[in-house]
Each structure stands twice: as structure tokens, then as C-alpha cells.
């Protein structure tokens, strides 16, 4: 799948859409998803075109996946949800019900989450 730079989050990374930023460098952008599944759900984008986590892997530089992995990182020690436990879910393709095709990865805590997933 090419990467379709008409999608939200490049929307989102170009400023023509608002978000609630909650973190920024030069490798990630972070911001409150915008129909949380728990009380802390922030979405981590890189700041390339990626559409998925085999193309970030794959095409990102060395620096930037680094870069983008100590993001994530950041963002849970920043919203306070690395003390207490959070869950990473990245959903890559159709069986994964990935509706936006730019690579992001949830940062999901601040409450006891349950089983991964529900049968
Ligand atoms: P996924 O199913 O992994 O592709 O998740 C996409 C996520 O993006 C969903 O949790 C949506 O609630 C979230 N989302 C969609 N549009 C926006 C937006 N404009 N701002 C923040 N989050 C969004």
C-alpha cells in the first residue's frame, strides 16, 4: 500500500487539522486520541510518511526509529502512566482494523486495562 498523504494524521502533521498535542520533536508528534478507550489514550505518529509499522521499519532511517521509540517512551513518562503500567497497540492492515494509514502507535493507561484482547 503507497502512503496517501491526504490522511488525517498527515493532515494533522501539516497543521490543516487541530489536535491536543501533548508532545513534540524532531522525530514524533504525540496527541490525545480523539475518542479515548481509556482514560489516558495518546496516539504517537513519526513525522515521516509511513503507513505501517513493516514500511516504518523498512524504509525509516536508523535515527529516526530510535528517535520515534524513545518518543513513545517519553510519552509515557510524561503522562504519568509509566508508574502505574500502560499498554503500546499499534494496528497495522485490515485484520488489525487499522483505520488510519499513517504508522502510529497507542499509549493506553491510568486504569487497570484487562485482558489484551476479548474472544
Ligand atoms: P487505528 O484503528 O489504529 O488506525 O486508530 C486510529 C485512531 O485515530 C482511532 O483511535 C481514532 O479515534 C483516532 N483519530 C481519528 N481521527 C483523529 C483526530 N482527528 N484526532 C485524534 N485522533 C483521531
Do not use: W
Not at 494524521?9 to 480523539?34: Q, T
Request: aromatic share 10%.
Amino acid at each position: 500500500m503507497s502512503y496517501d498523504p491526504n490522511n488525517i494524521f498527515a493532515k494533522i502533521l501539516r497543521g490543516e487539522i487541530p489536535c491536543k498535542k501533548v508532545y513534540e520533536d524532531e522525530f514524533a508528534l504525540a496527541f490525545n486520541d480523539i475518542n479515548p478507550k481509556a482514560p489516558t489514550h495518546v496516539l504517537v505518529i513519526p513525522k515521516g510518511p509511513y503507513v505501517a509499522y513493516d514500511d516504518f521499519i523498512t524504509s525509516a532511517n536508523a535515527e529516526e526509529i530510535a528517535g520515534f521509540a524513545r518518543a513513545v517512551s517519553k510519552v509515557a513518562q510524561s503522562s504519568g502512566v509509566a508508574q502505574t503500567g500502560y499498554r503500546l497497540i499499534s494496528n497495522c492492515g485490515v485484520n488489525a482494523h487499522q483505520e488510519v494509514s499513517h504508522y502510529h502507535v497507542h499509549v493506553l493507561g491510568g486504569k487497570a486495562l484487562g485482558p489484551m484482547l476479548v474472544k
